[in-house]
């Protein structure tokens, strides 16, 4: 359990921000969108509350509704957020889930995307065949009717591995970022740790949240959902984010710069 657990859209969390900051409620700080920011989030959600499906879909509709109130963007967390929790029991059959998945929603444009991604994974097509099914020939976008079917489609047609999983839906290029977010969970939630290639995790360069914060995090996270205390935060020195941040920034300014003067 603790293995798998460690295993948006920009504007609408710009929006969100300002208007927290300014003094907004949460239940008021949503804007009208289809983004794909709460899908991004609701794969832990999913796993976490893996056995419990009326907790996992208000945490999931809660955690949406705070920044985006476009019903698409809730049905595609919920469909990421159930997805993450049938990779927690693998043992169930992946008919069910699929038999599942158009329930989610209610119009005929996500039940249509359901309709495709089972035709396409029992055709075997591959995963860009399928985004390209869906309109999506020249990458996919941040509009989370088109991130959130590539993400599931890729985790479905390779099960069980990882790297074939985050390659397949890189491949289909746009906005790789967010659909690499999403599909890295839902394969880390059903391989572990243990399934990601070692030099991915070697590789990784990250401070102060570094790879022993985050695993910290999954075993609180787990020891937290089967225990009977509030175990509190992982710390970390986190003031070390300003520094980080600050030149994450110096960073993307130098690299835009460097391309508008070529």
Known sequence: MAARLAGGHRSGHLA???????????????????GNGPAMRSAVLGAYYFDDATKRRQFVSAATRLTHTDPKAETAAMAVAEAAAWAMLPDRPLVEWMGALPQLGNSDEWRSICRKLAESLAKGESVIGFADSIGLKNGVSGYSYHSVPVALYAW???????????????????????????????AGASVGPEGIPAEWLEGICEWPRTMKVLSRAGARL???????????????????LIARNLAFVIVVLAHGFGRLFR
């Open 16 to 34: 969100v921000d300002r208007e927290v900051v300014a003094g907004f409620s949460p239940s008021r700080s949503g804007v009208f969108s289809a």
């Open 156 to 186: 479905a047609r390779h099960p069980g591995d990882f790297r074939q999983t985050l390659e397949s839906a890189l491949e289909c290029g746009g906005d790789t970022d967010t659909v690499g977010a999403i599909v890295g969970a839902l």
């Open 222 to 240: 787990a020891d937290q959902r089967f225990g009977s205390r509030i175990m509190g935060p992982v710390r970390y020195f986190w003031p070390g």
